[in-house]
């Protein structure tokens, strides 16, 4: 495992894996916030996904939205500079581990990516997310 992630839990981990069967899913060939939204939302025991199924969105819509993408090769997957700036403010918002509720939040401050774009679709604003997020943490 990458130095970069030891800091995540078990169930970021498994976001992130699940973002990169999305990227695999959708023929893309690179791993950007659409995939992370998808990832956060199948990754349903977390406070994220219940606050992102609280707000109205679910695996299904989100997918609706996505376009197919040119057929690359799933080896060949990168990140875009959107996701990466999501897991830099991710890891800045705890001095622990990062589980998905960071990924979220950091998600919603990060007005760029297709991941931005989806939220703006369904109305959801980032003071939405984070009152959601706190809500659950408390």
């Known amino acids: ?45 977390s406070l994220a996904a219940k606050a992102l199924y609280r707000l109205g969105l679910s695996v299904i819509a989100v997918r609706g939205l996505l376009e197919k993408k040119a057929k690359v090769d799933p080896l060949s997957i990168t990140t875009t500079s959107a996701l990466e700036r999501v897991l830099y403010l991710a890891q800045e918002e705890t001095d622990t581990y990062i589980r998905p509720e960071h990924l979220l939040l950091a998600l919603a401050s ?10 703006k679709q369904f109305k959801i604003t980032p003071e939405q997310i984070t009152g959601r997020v706190k809500e659950y943490l408390n």
């Open 1 to 45: 495992m990458s130095d970069k992630f030891l800091r995540y839990d078990d169930a970021s981990r498994k976001v992130l894996t699940l973002a990169h069967e999305e990227v695999i899913h959708f023929n893309s060939d690179k791993i950007d916030t659409d995939h992370l939204l998808l990832g956060l939302l199948r990754e349903d025991t």
């Open 110 to 119: 990060v007005y760029e990516g297709n991941g931005a774009i989806i939220l």
